[in-house]
């Protein structure tokens, strides 16, 4: 029996899979369309045509966060200012300098991903069957964002594109949205010389990272993995509120309402919820693991406590983990999923 699955090459699949072999854990087939482990990063973070990483010197792949892009960027240039930069949580790679890490490691690691969509995951005896492609023992579902979010008054309007989607500048623009892509499409825009009006449903947070510093600390995570299930959706809904870097802002008028542009940009995010994804509502519509507004309940180490016990493991990964780890949907939060999945197909 083949012992490791991972759906999903994404970063967060990729994570995993180096986390493994550096652990030791050999049998290991990754299913994906794409060979390239950055493809979903790197054509939405052109479409906003994003510079820099909004993590730091630890948003990368490698399975320990040090040492982490700091390091690297200070070895390749000889300076020291971005350790320095790090030192004061203020380093931000560029995300050609993160494409190039991930290039090396894709390069360097013996990644080949079987190129197939996965359709369904089955719970069998002492593991999941994966599409009539074999039998896994422990199974690692990373299968990203489920689609593109556009709030429903603007669907099939012609003047809409996504942020997330290639897209040049209208005259007058109006950018939908609160979080870091809307900031970065109001410069985008005001950079083009449009006219940028913002039209949003709340006030944007100002935050370095996706997720406040304190749900990345043990005892933060702690606190937050100790909440009941109401308690903990309502936190998490808090928590993914939009947000951006208080230096990423810029000052344009807001609207309340989609005037007259002649181009909107719905920086509104992605669709959420397991319902979205094709292979998690087939997982719970026949395995009916424990679900609460949307997300599958998984434990602290990312697992389905229905369908894990000591001969076989399913576990999310990426934005489906948030459950666990808030910043799940991030390269700290995949590097978090792939130690505790990589344990467990240590040990068993
Ligand atoms: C614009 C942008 C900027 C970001 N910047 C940062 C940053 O600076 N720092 C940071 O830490 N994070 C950042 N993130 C968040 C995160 O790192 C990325 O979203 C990352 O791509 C998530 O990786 P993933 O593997 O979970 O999902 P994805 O990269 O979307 O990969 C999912 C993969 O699964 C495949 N798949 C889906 N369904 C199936 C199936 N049924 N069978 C087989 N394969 C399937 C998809 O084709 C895809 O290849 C950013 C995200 C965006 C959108």
């Not at 490698?62 to 700091?70: E, N, V, Y």
């Not at 006030?203 to 109401?230: D, M, W």
Request: hydrophobic share 40%.
């Amino acid at each position: 029996m083949t012992r490791v699955g991972i759906v999903g090459g994404g970063l967060s699949g990729f994570t995993a899979y180096l986390t493994l072999k550096r652990l030791g854990v050999e049998d290991v087939t990754v299913f994906s369309l794409d060979g390239d482990p950055a493809a979903a990063f790197r054509a939405r973070a052109r479409a906003i045509r994003q510079t820099h990483m909004r993590s730091e010197s630890d948003g990368h792949c490698l399975p320990s966060s040090f040492p982490g892009l700091a390091v690297r960027e200070a070895r390749t240039t000889r300076s020291l200012r971005p350790l320095v930069a790090s030192a004061c949580d203020r380093y931000r790679p560029t995300v050609e300098s993160f494409l190039g890490h991930v290039d090396e490691l894709r390069r360097a690691s013996g990644w080949a991903p079987v190129p197939r969509r996965v359709e369904r995951v089955r719970a069998v005896d002492g593991g999941f069957e994966l599409d009539g492609q074999g039998v896994f023992r422990h199974v690692l579902v990373a299968t990203g964002h489920p689609g593109l979010e556009v709030p429903e008054e603007l669907r099939g309007d012609p003047r809409v594109v996504h942020a997330y989607e290639p897209h040049d500048y209208a005259e007058s623009v109006c950018v939908v949205g609160a979080g870091l892509a809307a900031a970065t499409e109001w410069r985008n825009a005001l950079a083009a010389g449009a006219r940028v009006v913002s039209v949003r449903r709340r006030e944007p947070t100002h935050r370095p990272l996706n997720v406040p510093r304190p749900y990345l600390s043990k005892r933060g995570l702690a606190r937050y993995q100790a909440l009941g299930a109401e308690a903990r959706a309502a936190l998490l809904e808090e928590l993914l509120a939009p947000s951006y870097p208080r230096e990423a802002h810029v000052d344009v008028p807001v609207e309340r309402r989609v005037n007259g542009a002649d181009q909107v940009v719905c920086a509104t995010g992605f669709r959420r919820g397991w319902r979205h994804d094709p292979l998690l509502a087939r997982l719970v519509e026949e395995h009916e693991p424990a679900t609460v507004n949307g997300w599958v309940e998984v434990a602290a180490d990312a697992t389905v406590p229905s369908l894990t016990d000591r001969e076989r493991t399913l576990a999310l990964g990426g934005v489906a983990a948030q459950w666990a780890y808030p910043a799940a949907d991030t390269l700290m939060g995949a590097r978090y999923v792939a130690h505790a999945f990589a344990r467990r197909c240590r040990t068993r």
